[in-house]
């Protein structure tokens, strides 16, 4: 795998984002503004990737309180021309330090039963199985501005700091 993580910036979503965004990641511009007017209702906080100028990715993330101590990191999204390239496991390691950052236990995550590569990747930043699968639906919105209903096989994947030895930090 080759890592472009070392000149990648990540940072906060902001309104401006959101067409570029869309066009680089290859999502359709109203899923990307749902995702946005979620982040201004305060239901999710965007992280957005940029590599040479350009946007690379996006991860969204959230606290829930069926799952305590935890931060739910999910729509995960890398342009697929720059996928392998390290641009999910940074996303993914700043989210963690946000868990972390907030005195968390760990960050959690729902990963479709037939979606092998996203497992892996999971599994090789330390994300382990619990629990039962579950059945998910949720709204796609297309390129082309075309809406489907997704309903997948889901199942809960964790990373538990006290298991990774960085243990929760201290909050001051």
């Known amino acids: 795998m080759t890592t472009e993580a ?14 570029l965004l869309a066009r680089e990641v290859r999502l359709g511009r109203d899923h990307i503004e749902a995702r946005w007017i979620e982040r201004q209702q305060g239901l999710r906080t965007i992280f957005v990737a940029e590599l040479g100028g350009r946007f690379a990715g996006s991860v969204s993330f959230d ?32 989210v963690e330090e946000e868990a972390r950052r907030r005195g968390l236990d760990g960050v959690c995550l729902g990963v479709a039963d037939g979606n092998a590569p996203a497992r892996r990747l999971y599994e090789r930043l330390g994300y382990r199985r ?19 209903e997704v309903v997948e096989t889901v199942y809960r994947m964790f990373k538990r700091f006290q298991d990774d030895g960085g243990g929760p930090s201290q909050v001051n």
């Open 63 to 94: 606290e829930r309180p069926e799952l305590p101590r935890l931060l739910h990191l999910f729509a995960l999204a890398v342009a697929p021309a720059l996928h392998n390239r390290g641009i999910g496991s940074a996303l993914i390691a700043h």
């Open 6 to 19: 070392g000149r990648l910036t990540v940072r906060l979503m902001e309104a401006q984002d959101v067409v």
């Open 130 to 148: 619990e629990g039962d699968s579950y059945v998910s639906r949720w709204l796609w919105r297309g390129l082309s501005g075309a809406q489907r």
